[in-house]
């Protein structure tokens, strides 16, 4: 299979990219399976109920959530009912809506993806790696589950390298999110598992970290308050990577970036036969 993770979408730039350039990637790469960050999608804080609908019906088939889930008031009311729509698994018990959803791609493969947040310089929620096991204990790779992606939401890198190695051979994928910047590490594991420290963000790269620069660069020069943080508005960049899995393990055969538009280099996979069969 063919599996398409997109990095933290960020405002209007992020959405732009992702719904202009979705249906081609998923024809270009044959792509069975997307998911997509979106805690960031409604003006760089949170998601919306008509905003997730459109990035669904433009090819988003789950998409994942970190620390700002919750930004948008009305994402309590809608969560629930949208199976789609994940927040973290490791929230405390009685959360609304789900950390982790097994879906079934139009080939009748079963996908499950796992949402999680890390604890370093974050919000201090349950164990993670505790929430993973107990998870891992129901869904077994190339058993109930023809593919597994984890979302590691988190500040450290430290936090999800270990993360990794400790689901390595039991997941397809752990991709990082929430630093909003793509890192180069991507890597199959010792054991099989797809890995990449933080998969970027799908935003306008002439930011800081998504957002318009003056305020930014005033709280760390100026150390004074200023106003709410907005999205810059410009080209985007849509970030994301490409895992190709063995349909008779689950386990990852290769992992490359996917970069189109904006101000990164471009990264374009090949598709070969074995990933289109």
């Known amino acids: 299979m063919n599996l398409l993770f997109l990095g933290d979408l960020v405002g209007r730039a992020g959405r732009d990219v992702v719904v202009e350039n979705l249906p081609q990637l998923r024809r270009i790469l044959s792509l069975d399976f997307v998911v997509a960050n979106v805690e960031n999608a409604a003006g760089g804080f949170g998601i919306t109920q008509k905003l997730c609908a459109?990035?669904?019906?433009?090819?988003?088939?789950?998409?994942?959530?970190?620390?700002?889930?919750?930004?948008?008031?009305e994402t309590v009311g809608f969560i629930g009912s949208e199976p789609r729509l994940l927040r973290p698994l490791n929230f405390p018990m009685g959360t609304p809506g789900k950390g982790a959803g097994?879906?079934?791609?139009?080939?009748?493969?079963?996908?499950?993806?796992?949402?999680?947040?890390?604890?370093?310089?974050?919000?201090?929620?349950?164990?993670?790696?505790?929430?993973?096991?107990?998870?891992?204990k129901t869904y077994r790779l190339g058993g109930n589950a023809d593919a597994i992606l984890?979302?590691?939401?988190?500040?450290?890198?430290?936090?999800?390298?270990?993360?990794?190695?400790?689901?390595?051979?039991?997941?397809?994928?752990?991709?990082g999110t929430h630093t909003h910047v793509p890192t180069a590490?991507?890597?199959?594991?010792?054991?099989?598992?797809?890995?990449?420290?933080?998969?970027?963000?799908?935003?306008?790269?002439?930011?800081?970290?998504?957002?318009?620069?003056?305020?930014?660069?005033?709280?760390?020069?100026k150390k004074l308050p200023t106003e709410r943080l907005s999205p810059a508005n410009g080209a985007g960049t849509l970030c994301g990577v490409l895992v190709e899995t063995d349909d008779s393990t689950g386990l990852a055969r290769r992992i490359e970036p996917v970069r189109v538009g904006g101000k990164l280099s471009a990264a374009m996979p090949k598709v070969t036969e074995a990933a289109i069969g």
């Open 54 to 73: 459109d990035l669904f019906a433009h090819g988003v088939d789950c998409a994942t959530t970190g620390n700002h889930v919750w930004d948008q008031k």
């Open 185 to 221: 590490d991507h890597m199959i594991l010792e054991k099989g598992t797809a890995y990449q420290s933080d998969a970027g963000m799908c935003g306008d790269y002439d930011s800081v970290i998504g957002m318009e620069k003056t305020a930014p660069v005033l709280r760390f020069t």
């Open 102 to 136: 097994l879906f079934q791609t139009s080939r009748g493969k079963k996908i499950l993806v796992a949402n999680l947040m890390g604890r370093l310089f974050m919000d201090p929620l349950d164990d993670p790696f505790a929430a993973a096991e107990a998870l891992l």
């Open 150 to 175: 984890f979302d590691f939401h988190a500040e450290a890198t430290s936090e999800k390298m270990a993360f990794g190695h400790f689901v390595d051979g039991r997941a397809s994928f752990v991709v």
